[in-house]
């Protein structure tokens, strides 16, 4: 997929002064609007993380683009309490392109309906794939490390995905085994880990 403007359409937006189309289309960065999670509108550097048409994510739920319908459930209101205080919020999570690839991917969001988080709100999505390559996880183990570097303690990783304490603790221990991590610092590093706070205050 082309991600390169047309040249014409260049010359008019600066002849015209109108830069709104020319900048969502061509930003260096995904971006979508949705209304209660179904794509709206999206635009070339989106679809081509993705690897679909404009046609084929048009009025769509964001559902298909998940490695499961369960992770899409559990992260679907994770930033609702953030987004409704007029806050952006911003995560990272797997999600899975159109020949089935997972990959990790920063989430930032911003909702225009804040007493209804996710009624119309507008997303930039970041591929880390070249930061983070994906590693192989089970479902849990994904949902847990995307909880933990969110800077969530265990009790609250066992409360978001109705877990017992010891199950996010089993499942810590897991990660730290299997990337052979002494501490979730070093996890992270292994991992690839990025920092930055995930929440962002607007401008007052």
């Known amino acids: 997929m082309n991600c390169e403007p047309d040249p014409q359409e260049v010359d008019k937006a600066y002849d015209e002064g109108d830069f709104t189309q020319l900048a969502f289309d061509y930003a260096p960065i995904g971006l979508?609007?949705?209304?209660?999670r179904v794509i709206r509108d999206?635009?070339?550097r989106f679809r081509e993380m993705f690897q679909y048409s404009a046609e084929?994510?048009?009025?769509?739920?964001?559902?298909?683009?998940y490695p499961s319908e369960e992770e899409f459930l559990n992260v679907r209101h994770r930033g609702d309490n953030?987004?409704?205080?007029g806050n952006l919020y911003w995560d990272e999570r797997v999600m899975r392109r159109k020949n089935g690839e997972l990959f990790?991917?920063?989430?930032r969001g911003h909702s225009f309906t804040p007493d209804a988080p996710l009624g119309r709100a507008v997303w930039s999505f970041a591929d880390l794939a070249a930061l983070r390559p994906y590693q192989p996880l089970t479902r849990r183990e994904r949902?847990?490390?995307s909880l933990m570097s969110e800077g969530k303690t265990s009790k609250e990783i066992a409360r978001i995905l109705d877990?017992?304490?010891r199950t996010v603790e089993v499942y810590r221990a897991k990660l730290l085994k299997k990337f052979g991590a002494n501490n979730t610092a070093a996890l992270f590093t292994s991992l690839?880990?990025?920092?930055?706070?995930h929440v962002v205050p607007t401008a007052t």
């Open 42 to 44: 999206s635009n070339k």
């Open 32 to 36: 979508v609007v949705t209304e209660n």
């Open 104 to 107: 990790w991917v920063r989430v």
């Open 56 to 65: 084929e994510l048009q009025d769509k739920l964001f559902v298909f683009l």
């Open 82 to 85: 953030i987004l409704g205080k």
């Open 192 to 197: 690839g880990d990025i920092e930055g706070d």
């Open 143 to 145: 949902e847990v490390f």
């Open 163 to 165: 877990l017992s304490y």
